[in-house]
């Protein structure tokens, strides 16, 4: 599975917008990038993915560079319960493709 | 739809008992996995399964054995708890491996060996 790299840690204030990055500059043509995020002391969530177009969703809208060498999760007003530690992972779009996990980004959203 | 069900929530148990994490869900998936999450660190695959009757062996397996025997339950069995297995356990569900499906997760086990 091609890497990931996101920071470590973001900080942001309630109901102003997040930018959380990552960068996937070995992605191949066929991996989806997919969002999961784990609130504290809960299992991960499907937050979004995508291929090759900017997708929105209920919950973030997901911006992906024209090269697909890095993206961008997007929370259009942070909440204090958008605090969480949020995972970039690559899928390729063929069958046996497994979720791995990295280190993911703790988002600290100030009231 | 109660999703992906996990059973029991907390456990403890001494070193050397056995006892096996139960995982359910509704949703008809196909793919089923386990995984631990140590604290403070990211999660670690243990076991999965592309359908019932197959699993494989993922990053972490020493110590632990799965079966699938139905479409909806994936047991993860600890053969003789060490206090290194200390860790909540998450289970999770997707209906493909491709990866245009997202995964679901359980709310998760969290296990203590003393």
């Known amino acids: 599975d091609a890497k990931t790299t996101q920071p470590n840690s973001m900080e942001s204030n309630e109901e102003e917008p997040v930018h959380l990055p990552c960068n996937h500059s070995?992605?191949?043509?066929?991996?989806?990038i997919h969002w999961y995020r784990q609130l504290p002391s809960q299992g991960p969530e499907y937050v979004i993915h995508?291929?090759?177009s900017n997708v929105n969703n209920r919950m973030a809208s997901l911006a992906i560079a024209e090269d697909r060498k890095s993206s961008t999760l997007i929370l259009h007003r942070a909440t204090l319960r958008d605090a969480a530690v949020y995972y970039c992972?690559?899928?390729?779009?063929?069958?046996?493709?497994?979720?791995?996990f990295g280190e993911g980004t703790q988002l600290t959203v100030n009231p | 739809n109660a999703g992906v069900t996990q059973t029991p929530k907390f456990q403890v148990l001494k070193t050397g008992q056995s006892m096996t994490l139960q995982c359910a869900q509704d949703?008809?998936?196909?793919?089923m996995s386990w995984y631990r999450q140590d604290p403070g660190m990211g999660l670690r695959l243990i076991h999965y399964?592309?359908?019932?009757?197959?699993?494989d062996q993922g990053e972490v397996p020493n110590g632990y054995n799965v079966s699938r025997s139905t479409t909806e339950d994936f047991p993860l069995r600890l053969l003789s708890a060490a206090p290194s297995q200390t860790s909540v356990y998450f289970c999770?569900?997707?209906?493909?491996?491709?990866?245009?499906?997202?995964?679901?997760f359980g709310s998760g086990t969290r296990l203590t060996v003393v």
């Open positions: 999770a569900s997707s209906y493909s491996t491709q990866g245009i499906y997202g995964y679901t």
């Open positions: 070995t992605i191949s043509g066929t991996d989806y």
């Open positions: 995508g291929l090759t």
């Open positions: 992972i690559l899928r390729d779009r063929t069958s046996g493709s497994r979720l791995t």
């Open positions: 949703m008809n998936h196909e793919y």
């Open positions: 399964s592309v359908g019932a009757g197959i699993t």
